[in-house]
């Protein structure tokens, strides 16, 4: 069964995220609502990651280094000013998507085995994830016109 490479993939996707989250949130503290949000979404993450823990001990973890990779990749640091927050959000974003989309195959996973506790775990934490994909895009949106047409 392979339904034990994406819990870890997800397991370590979310730590990934709750990283690059308080990173983020300790960069961009100028921001009135950056760092007490960006932390907010960082515990969520972690909270995320310790109700996928049974399930990842029941099916024997075993996954990839796919969100390393894709952090390594995505997010090597906060950048500073207007258009590095934009872009810091854009990576949160891209992570989270990532997230998003491992929620989507464990949770047909979930409902193939009739695991109605795994299943439960993925819609709550899936609905999470969406509403901080609609946070980030939210915030993107508020950032890109100083960003983008205001000089620094």
């Not at 195959?105 to 695991?115: C, E, I, S, Y």
Request: with cysteine; proline share 3%; glycine share 8%.
């Amino acid at each position: 069964m392979h339904l034990a490479h994406y819990l870890g993939l997800l397991h370590r996707a979310q730590l990934t995220l709750a990283d690059a989250f308080r990173q983020v949130a300790g960069a961009h503290g100028d921001e009135p609502d950056i760092e007490h949000l960006c932390r907010r979404q960082a515990e969520r993450c972690d909270e995320h990651a310790a109700r996928l823990e049974p399930f990842a001990r029941r099916y024997a973890e075993d996954a990839p280094n796919e969100p390393e990779r894709l952090h390594s990749e995505l997010f090597r640091g906060t950048r500073t000013g207007g258009i590095g927050l934009l872009r810091d959000l854009q990576d949160l974003y891209l992570m989270a998507a990532e997230c998003d989309v491992c929620w989507t195959v464990v949770g047909q996973a979930a409902q193939g085995l009739r695991d109605r506790a795994l299943l439960e775990v993925v819609t709550g934490c899936e609905g999470e994830t969406a509403l901080q994909l609609a946070w980030i895009r939210t915030r993107m949106k508020q950032a890109a016109p100083q960003a983008l047409v205001v000089a620094d």
